[in-house]
């Protein structure tokens, strides 16, 4: 019999793909129509149904001058991208360090920490939202709203356009343009972004995450707690250390697009596992749906703009291996069981009554299925939200989250980051295994060479390079080490964990790692950095360089990129090249923790 | 001098042995290595661990100071034998080079001051000639210099260059004209004009081709190169941020941290050093195949580009058809036997020396048993060919007999007062229809009948082009045929498409338009029309045999003259690709193992529960190490025969070759070290090495 935890996770794959094929679809029209052709489609009924986005399109080029026409080469593309991408960062950073003299700040917060001001803009305009500061206790309402809630909506337009210039670069041949970073990012959040928001943020409203502009509820316990799960406030009032306080903010509005961004920055600081956040079993089911959604559904876009779904379904297919055989690694050992909880009395088998297996850090209203299934989902999608504490899973559990992140954020991935950094390996297994059957390697008819080869040499050669030596920093210095709450090898694993977020961008953090320091907001805060534009701006190189050239038409000699043994090569390169990067660093974090666990008594 | 014919040596060659050993110790220069990133960090680690040697000799090191002192010398081991092995490819070119360059002798020229005979002779040395000049080269000389006959004709023996023994013939004007320095002539006389100046000829660069002197990178082999680096320094990363994460480990634990002599090991073992230690003698080896081929690249690069062709232009004749057309079929006239109108179409050929004459003598003695007649005993009078009648045939014993074009004998008939019969002008057109040429025989008015002449197609062809098909590559005749006889022999053949009545300018639009289509498109050319078409073709074949306008255009030269050779071209051209991704496959898969024994032996001391990691059971720490180390140096040795040979290619679909190389050096490359390290490491132990 399947349990229910399986057949929970089945159902969610389910209605995933179903949803993701017509998104994936209205996403590849979006992009694809011309400037010029004013609409998108020939259907008068769906014009109508764009007509208002179209026209909320057009205002914006005329405010803001943007000739929608233009086209741009690489080079101005990635210029245009990085000076956006720059300007926010600048804005949020601003905003943070000034909230204290901005209205929206009712519960009187002081201005963020330098560092941690840094760390934010980077880590929230980079599509990563790391945090290192805890959401209601740094941040007012108007840095949540105008800082990171904007942040939010422009990264992850930001990856989209990046993807989609790529995507031309295929689908076009013999041109030196990849398309305008300006309208890509426009249509990106006015066609996408802002419609699926604002239904899903609706739709948590409904299932009681809070959006008001209300201050923190105050109230006095009935009896004294003894351990609060909230700090007795400090307010500057003086009230009476009984007086306690809930956090409310405008929390459902940021929440819908960090999950469709893939961003998972939280509003309040134990993310998505507070009841504000995320309540209900089925919120915690939609919310897991939102963050694949966009990702798994570009695979469709991609495949459709390049003129071969068969294609992108290769690429989702690879995607999706990687994921379940995680997704089983993650949740097998979690619901086993941790021995120690075991030879402690403590029931651990499903039940009527309990779910059962390893509980600890878990939330009762979802379990250990849909808590495995969040961080694997997370972890895999670079969202980087959590509904569990991932420092307490079992330690192979506790690798599958971090191997996801280490494979470069490709397993579904960032919106749009995810499918382009899938695309780089889709380029270096071709060329490997392109040269296995005897022709100069050709992805969808363009021919990989020594140019590309090297763009995509640095696109897999950055985010572990930041990981590395990131954590070698960490565990050389004593500011490094003086934020590791763990000993042993479950220490590294935790610091490890960190830099393996930051720096492909994901944001999930393991918890049990002090890094709200100025050390670990400098650290992350560059890991982030590089991790995101360090591989963009290559990409868009790339694209730049493809879009010249011819497409080489298919034939009995080509290689195949859209059958099984193309799928099982790209898995098997994926794993490999991330794998062998990170086995000896795993091996001293969570491999030797796991063989303790089973071997030392 | 036959030495391109007779180059299959052993690949253990004894004098190319001893050359390759002492080479590999010569290439150990840094600047030599630094060409190669993967085998230059295998150097600089064997410096390193030289260094630690000395240092725990002195003082307690890090380890033992044998085990330092075995990974160092297995580390040196690997830069050897990948310098041998480059060597290995390296010297079979240059036995090559050298031979050639016997040939390149000083010789005295003869050099005219104008274009004839009667011109003074002023004797130079060949190295003075310049383009331009102009040279006599009579019996016995060896021809100085690359050149073109403007004037006379000689037998020339090319055998220095194309190890052919049996003379060709050199004349001024049309497509025998050009003549290759190094040669020598052997009857007669020959003027020629100096096409080429010293240094810059023929022979000049293909010494230089085969020797691998100028060898410069590929662009694929660049763009290898490029992945190969980016995973040098990943691995570089992982080692170097090894050493803090188990100071760390150990911090926290106990024991030591990895030492310094396991990291460099532990790098060595995950760089790419297989593909890294072969990819250039696969690129060499490549080169050497295509010489056995006889023929000459002018750039690796158009070697790579052979192995992307996917469009080949063929010549109907020669390669796809015989030679010549051949008599196939009598078709006689109503109340004419078949033997009749054989016997009448043979006498008509006795004096008829061309191909197509000859070949109605043989089909009529072999149907019918006719014997050839003397034309002398039958007193017969012989009526050329000739442009006006198109009609060629015999007078004898009150007989007129006439073959030729249809049209012509019709005319020839209906002015004898004679009929043209409706059966044979029926059988005229079928035979047209089936793509063969129709000849008609009549005697004074009457019409005896047809006889079909008809391309042969050569046989196994046909299978040829299917595995061409196959292949991904497209077969495109091109004939001056009318599109008809073009049509049936194409269909005969099995080619994808033709060109019929093709001139120069068809040839090059028909390269253009599948170029603009993304197609690569090979061709063999040898006249001086063929130019045009050849400098356009991405993966161009001279014949030897051809003008130097052609060879000019060219990036390939075909000693042989073989017009099949192209076919052999792509499939070489493929095999290099191949064989750089298999062992590109093969290196990286081999990896894992690495890990398996490496990273327990690594952190024994600091977390002994990880040698539950040690699948192979390997006897001890430093056993494993060394193991891998070992496995790692020596599967470049293993490697070499079939980087030199190259991976077997099959004229088989991509989907298929994909399969099957992944399971043999992908699969095989998981394997295959599991096995050597647990074997090496049996073999150490029952040596008690460690």
Known sequence: MISSGVLQIILFMLVLFALAVPLGNYMALIYGYLPESKVPVKSAKTNALLRPFIAGENLIYRMAGVKPAREMGWREYALAMLVFNLLGMTFTYLVQRLQFVLPGNCEGLAAVSADCAFNTAVSFASNTNWQGYGGETTMSYLTQMLGLTVQNFLSAASGLAVLIALTRAFSRQQVETIGNFFVDLTRSVIFILLPLSTVLAIFLVSQGVVQTFGGYVRYKPLEQMVEAAVPPSSSPSGAAPTVYKIARGPAASQIAIKQLGTNGGGFFNVNSSHPLENPTPLSNFIEMLAILLIPVALCQTFGKMVGSPRNGMALLAA???????????????????????????????????????????????????????????????????????????????????????????????????????????AVITVFIAGLMVGRTPEYLGKKIEAFEMKMSSLVILFPPMAVLLGTALAVSLKDGMAGVLNGGAHG?????????????????????????????????????????????????????????????????????????????????????????????????????????????? | MTQTKNNSKSILDSAILWKAVIDSFVKLDPRVQARNPVMFVVELGSVITTLLFFAALSHPGEAAPTFIFSISIWLWITVLFANFAESMAEGRGKAQADSLRKSRKDVMAKKLAEASLKSAIKAVSASELRKGDIVLVEAGDTIPCDGEVIEGVASVDESAITGE??????????????????????????????????????????????EGAKRQKTPNEIALNILLAALTLVFLLVTFTLYPFSSYSASVSHGQPVSLTVLVALLVCLIPTTIGGLLSAIGIAGMDRLIKANVIAMSGRAVEAAGDVDMLLLDKTGTITMGNRQATLFVAAKGISESELADAAQISSLADETPEGRSIVVLAKERFSIRERNMQELDAEFVPFSAQTRMSGVNFDGREIRKGAADAVEAYVLDQGGTYPEEVREAVDNIARNGGTPLVVSDRGRVLGAVQLKDIVKGGIKERFAALRAMGIKTVMITGDNPLTAAAIAAEAGVDDYLAQATPEEKLRLIREAQAGGRLVAMTGDGTNDAPALAQADVAVAMNTGTQAAKEACNMVDLDSSPTKLIEIVEIGKQLLMTRGALTTFSIANDVAKYFAIIPAAFATTYPVLNKLNVMQLQSPQSAVLSAVIFNALVILFLLPLALKGVRYRAVGASILLRDNLLIYGLGGIVAPFIGIKLIDMLLSSLRLV
């Open chain 1, 319 to 425: 995607m999706t291996a990687i994921f379940v055989a995680c997704l089983a690694l993650c949740y097998m050992p979690e619901q086993a069981g941790n021995p120690a909880f075991t030879a402690m009395g403590i029931e651990q088998n499903a039940s009527a009554e309990s779910s059962g297996g390893n509980m600890e850090g878990k939330e009762v209203r979802f379990g250990v299925a849909n808590s495995a299934l969040w961080a694997v989902a997370t972890t895999a999608a670079s969202n980087g939200s959590v509904n569990s504490m991932h420092d307490s899973f079992i330690p192979l559990a506790g690798l599958s989250p971090m191997l996801l992140m280490q494979l470069g954020e490709v397993v579904y991935g960032g919106v749009g980051s995810g499918l382009y950094g899938m695309l780089i390996f």
């Open chain 1, 492 to 601: 590294f694993s935790e610091i490890l964990y960190a830099f393996s977020s930051a720096a492909n961008n994901n944001g999930s953090a393991f918890a049990g790692l002090s890094a709200n320091t100025p050390f670990y907001n400098y650290a992350l805060g560059v890991a982030m950095f590089v991790g995101r534009y360090a591989l963009a701006v290559p990409v868009l190189a790339l694209a730049g360089s493809l879009v010249r050239k011819k497409k080489v038409p298919v034939s009995a000699g080509t290689m195949q990129t859209d059958n099984w043994l193309f799928v099982l090569l790209l898995v098997g390169v994926v794993v490999i090249f991330g794998g062998l990067t990170f086995v000896p660093a795993l091996a001293l974090g969570p491999i030797v923790e796991q063989l303790q666990m089973i071997f030392t008594k």
């Open chain 2, 165 to 210: 023994s049996a003379p060709v013939i050199r004349e001024s004007g049309g497509d025998r004209s050009a003549v290759t320095g190094g040669t020598r002539v052997l009857s007669d006389w020959l003027i020629v004009r100096i096409s080429a100046n010293p240094g810059e000829t023929f022979l000049d660069r293909m010494i230089s081709m085969v």
